[in-house]
């Protein structure tokens, strides 16, 4: 499919919503795309995950990884399609149990794909990757599925990585 095919999807999926919305960054905003709408209809997710899966090299990555909650599902799916590992990143401290920001296991020297729903900023993500490498992950792969096309892939590529796409804002679709 290709990535406008994948924006018109999202699109018609009702994800995409106008009005006032504030983002995670505390700005504010005129659209908002509702991840959850387009995670929770399966004939959408199992879509966006043979995509994600078909950019992933099952050899070459250990484990999936993603922010919660956005990425959850999304996580979930691409772990049981490809048959790899998936573990989950909490944003903000736990304070009970195991008080783990780390769901899951990362290893030492695992390769890591990290995911995320929708990329604003990208520090979500980046945040992601700092932590699977501080753990002593290796992040070879950061994808996410909605790029929001206001600064995300030049903000990670100024931190030393490169962010992947499956559609973008803009270019792929209008809001
Ligand atoms: O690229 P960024 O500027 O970091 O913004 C994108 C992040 O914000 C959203 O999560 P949200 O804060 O809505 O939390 P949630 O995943 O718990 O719903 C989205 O799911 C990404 O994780
Ligand atoms: O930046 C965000 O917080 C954000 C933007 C968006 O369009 N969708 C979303 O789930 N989060």
Redesign the pocket.
Known sequence: MSDTELGTLIEDSGAVMTGKFK???GSLTDYYID?YVFETKPDILSIITDEIVDQIDEDEIDVVVG?????VPLVTAVSLEARIPAAYIRMGEKHRGTQARVEGTIEKGMRVAVL??????????LETAKLVEEIGGLVEQLITVVDRNAG?VEHIRDEGYELDFLTRVGEDFQV
């Open positions: 983002l995670s960054d991840k922010p919660a909650l956005g990425a995320e729903d929708v990329t604003s900023t990208g520090n979500t993500i995300a």
